[in-house]
């Protein structure tokens, strides 16, 4: 697996290595998380098998 992307930025390295585009990404955000907004994601995740996983990040303290 590599990591894609933490905290809303994305790693140009690791992308090059899985040869998966910004278009790429901000796909797997749209169709994962419903936002084009990079910050939305604490992680972003590409496994063995190609499938690539998203998590959500938490929201700061006292909001929502």
């Known amino acids: ?3 894609l992307m933490r905290q809303g930025v994305p790693d140009p390295l690791q ?3 899985a040869l ?4 790429d990404l901000h796909g797997a955000l749209r169709k994962k998380l419903n936002t084009d907004d990079p910050c939305e994601a604490e992680r972003v995740t590409l496994e063995c098998d190609g ?3 998203v998590v959500r990040a ?5 909001t929502r």
């Open 1 to 3: 697996e590599l990591t």
């Open 15 to 17: 992308m090059r290595r």
């Open 20 to 23: 998966v585009t910004s278009r």
């Open 51 to 53: 499938d690539i996983t």
């Open 58 to 62: 938490r929201p700061a303290p006292g």
